[in-house]
């Protein structure tokens, strides 16, 4: 009778990194995400750390993109960083919540990357409630005649990437409190009123916000918020010929006006990338972040990619809100059958024959918008009258949108 024979352990290679070579299997536990999140959110997390929503509360769901959710949801983690790389937080157990956040144990890293009025910001719970305290919030005048010895909590985030108003209303505090002898404190303001709530009951304050009365104006965070507009459709559909109208009307009027179109981006700004559906959402997404800066400036961006993932279009526009600026939408709805018909470069025509793949509207799906601020369908339609329904949008003597 034949009988088997294990090997021993000599028999079995010991590769030089260590590693059983036979034998035994090797698990790869699978990396978290690296996600830079909103100015708000990143606001939120560092309260939470701060204690300043007090010992019970958890971490806000974390919006992801559908790549980055898939693989927190993989990894069990994900890991927070700030506009400058520094890692914040890493949120540990994660568990989807609806379809496109997560939510998990917060484990605090490093401390986040400095910011304008730094040594103002409250580092952790305090009592205020017996002191004479005013509640300025961003959008607030800071009022005349601050009592002496007084503390001006200003609600606002500043920041080097987030909206203006914060900090200049900061500004405007401390001016204040150095001709009264009042002191300072900031604390960014949670979006979310029973956060907000939390953090001025930790605080010690009835939860209301604003000065009230006439005041100092925020020198610098009172000029008008800028634009992200972003014209979406499939190619041919006439949103390239709408944003340069657009665009032209508006710099004769004198509103400044940045136009981020196919060819000129794709010569500069996306050089290098190509036509695969990772590289279109990455064009898109580098679009919306340059555009969102122009508005935060008070600019108008005008941006015409296909951008067929909604998806990665309001990803556009969460990189809009978190810089202040206002986000246009406008669906350029012409009928794939027009955009054929209009096509001099055939290349509806190679798609179809399968020599460009991933085109949208024949070999890759275009997600239509559910609600744009503007619907348009091209087709017999003088050009001129669709780029007046777009201004229609816009108040171009201030460049912002009613």
Same mark, same amino acid.
């Given at each position: ?187 960014? !303001? ?207 003597? !201030?460049?912002?949108?009613?």
């Amino acid at each position: 009778m034949s009988t088997i024979t294990e090997p021993s352990v000599s028999a079995i290679e010991r590769p030089p990194e260590g590693r059983w070579a036979l034998g035994t299997l090797s698990v790869v536990t699978p990396r978290p995400p690296t996600v830079c999140p909103s100015r708000a959110d990143l606001d939120d997390l560092d309260l939470l750390r701060r204690g300043l929503y007090g010992p019970t509360a958890g971490p806000r769901p974390l919006r992801l993109s559908p790549e980055d959710l898939d693989a927190a949801l993989t990894a069990g983690a994900v890991e927070v960083v700030d506009p400058e790389g520094v890692p914040v937080a890493r949120l540990e157990d994660v568990g989807r919540v609806g379809d496109e956040h997560v939510t998990g144990r917060p484990v605090w890293l490093s401390a986040p990357s400095s910011r304008p009025f730094q040594d103002l910001h409250l580092t952790g719970p305090r009592d205020l409630s017996g002191e004479q305290v005013v509640l300025v919030a961003a959008a607030d005048e800071v009022p005349d005649g601050v009592p002496a010895g007084a503390t001006l909590l200003v609600l606002a985030s500043t920041s080097l990437d987030g909206p203006l108003a914060g900090t200049a209303t900061v500004r405007a505090a401390v001016s204040a409190a150095a001709s009264s002898g009042a002191r300072v404190l900031v604390v960014p !303001v949670p979006d979310d009123l029973d956060r907000r709530a939390a953090l001025l009951a930790t605080l010690g304050l009835v939860p209301t916000t604003g000065s009230g009365g006439a005041g100092r104006p925020a020198e610098g965070g009172d000029h008008p918020a800028g634009v992200v507009l972003l014209l979406t459709g499939l190619s041919g559909s006439g949103k390239s010929t709408i944003a340069r109208t657009v665009a032209t009307r508006l710099v004769e009027g004198g509103t400044p006006v940045t136009l981020l179109d196919g060819d000129v981006v794709r010569r500069h700004l996306t050089a290098g990338l190509g036509f695969s559906p990772e590289d279109r959402r990455t064009n898109v997404r580098r679009i919306g972040w340059v555009a969102a800066e122009v508005a935060h400036h008070g600019g108008i961006a005008v941006c015409s990619p296909i951008a067929p993932e909604d998806a990665v279009r309001r990803d556009v526009a969460a990189m809009a809100a978190d810089r202040g600026a206002r986000f246009v939408l406008v669906h350029v709805a012409t009928p794939l059958e027009e955009c054929e018909r209009r096509d001099r470069k055939g290349l509806y025509a190679r798609a179809r024959r399968g020599e460009i793949p991933d085109f949208t509207g024949i070999s890759a799906p275009y997600d239509v918008p559910d609600e744009p601020d503007l619907r348009i369908d091209t087709t017999g339609r003088d050009v001129g009258a669709c780029a007046d329904e777009v201004l229609a949008l816009l108040d171009p003597e !201030v460049g912002r949108a009613r």
